[in-house]
């Protein structure tokens, strides 16, 4: 049960300057290449002769070669070259292709109605591309449906407990959470003003003396299915956002099967830009909090429910519980609209096939 006509991450941009990636999303195994201009290519990863995966044979010029019998296939999915007999081209010999786009540095692909695909779409991830900021990438594989990644990022509280060696702060317990839905976007927010800092947020501000009280914020916007920013940072208590040490984070989960998830994250800062220790201590967060910390509790959730449907099993729902819950609820809804438009779809075609 995954959306179609929507926009995927497929992998960073990079991934395929030199050669293919292989990738399978929303149970759709997919090849990504560049042709020789640069412009990226998605294939269904699977030649229409013998089934096996292109991505198992090699680019050439514009196309991939299977590497079972060596047919070839442009970046539109047409076999254009065939070494056998006497060269001619079966005319079954075609394999999709799936619209993809480069934006924000990031590859991103479309598995739906391909005249529905509109890159303007995509949620704004700029800052990715900002100079004056500092990046730091990282990827995971987890073993764990989507949505329940998606819960633990719009449910920040849980990194008092799963995080406390980063995170603990009375201030963010008892911070102000707040939950605004636009269209089908849910914002997370949660302000916690006037207090302790975090260790891992003391870190943000050059020189603080660890005693005067700041202002932290945590606040994670959300668009379907599965696409999040979070916003994070602090300031001395009372003085402008603007003035303090800030980060934006790109959460980006596409579900690889039902109970398996790509994980993609890139943290960008607006302080000690040229700080090599703050590189090193926030790929260490990325590999503690995220790696060690996040991943077994999810994945333990995930083996410990024994399915995909967690509404099914009747969990108690507390107040931290309210994005997560909305953003299910619009993941549903596209779900029920697109599986009714294509069951109206199906439906026209057999009463035109029975005229």
Known sequence: MF???????????????????ARRIADTPVVLYRREDGTPVALHDRCPHRFAPL?????????IECGYHGLRFDGTGKCVGNPHGDGKIPQAAQVRTFPVVEKYTLLWIWLGEPSRADASQIPDFSFLEDPARRRVDGYLHVRANYQLETDNLLDLSHTQFVHANFHFSEAILKGKHEVVQSGNTVHSNLWCPNGAPSPWFAKRIPGYDGRSPVDQWMDMRWDPPCVLRLDTGITPAGRPREEGGQSFTAHILTPETETTTHYFFAH?????TDDAEMDEAIAHWQRVGFGEQDKPMLEAVQRAM???????LKPILLPIDTAAVRARRIVKRLLDAEQQAG?????????????
């Open 55 to 63: 991505s198992l044979g090699r680019v050439t010029g514009d196309a």
């Open 306 to 312: 024994g399915t995909t449907d967690l509404m099914s």
């Open 268 to 272: 960008s800062r607006n302080f000690r």
């Open 3 to 21: 959306l179609r006509n929507t926009w995927y991450m497929a992998g960073w941009a990079g991934e395929i300057d030199a050669g293919m990636l």
């Open 343 to 355: 069951a109206g779809v199906a439906h026209a075609e057999g009463a035109l096939q029975s005229a």
